[in-house]
């Protein structure tokens, strides 16, 4: 059976979370998938296709996540990968937002050309006092603002875009 890798770089838990209902409802659809933290992948070109997720963390992407990109950008290149975001920034929408998911998209299209990017919204449930101490100042949204039916119907629509052809 041919796998498919879903890395991802999380620094406190959420975007793992995110990472793992992707691989689950890909499993739905009857396609194998490793689920590892993106600094734990030596190499991609073991697997049929790729997605590759990151929080975003002061309008950046996870940096292990995107290292991961750069370091791999040429086996990404030769297959299906898709990528996604997570942050607080993408709870309430609006042209900030817009701004930022224009500007992570235009990162990943820098290095490789995915099939597919999304952003959700994130979570500060996980963080550390101090953290959600410094996300209350910043007034980010508090709480798991996590969608997870958008998440599946996500995958549920990636999943035929990330199988190899007959």
């Not at 990404?76 to 224009?102: H, M, W």
């Not at 996980?126 to 709480?143: A, E, I, V, W």
Request: net charge neutral; proline share 6%.
């Amino acid at each position: 059976m041919s796998t498919i890798l879903v890395a991802y770089g999380s620094r406190y838990g959420s975007t793992r979370g995110v990472a793992e209902a992707i691989a689950e409802t890909l499993r739905s659809h009857g396609v194998e998938a490793d689920v590892r933290p993106a600094a734990h992948v030596a190499d991609p070109t073991r697997y049929v296709a790729a997605i590759v997720g990151g929080g975003v963390y002061a309008s950046k992407w996870h940096p292990e996540a995107l290292t991961f990109i750069q370091r791999h950008r040429q086996a990404l290149a030769a297959l299906p990968t898709a990528c996604f975001a997570l942050g607080t920034a993408f709870v309430n929408g609006g042209e900030e937002a817009d701004r930022q998911r224009s500007a992570l998209a235009d990162q990943i299209r820098e290095h490789v050309g995915p099939v597919d990017i999304a952003f959700f919204a994130g979570s500060t449930a996980g963080l550390p006092f101090l953290m959600r101490l410094l996300s209350r100042l910043m007034r980010s949204p508090q709480g798991d603002h996590r969608d997870w039916a958008a998440i599946r119907g996500w995958a549920d629509a990636l999943a035929p875009k990330l199988q190899p052809e007959p």
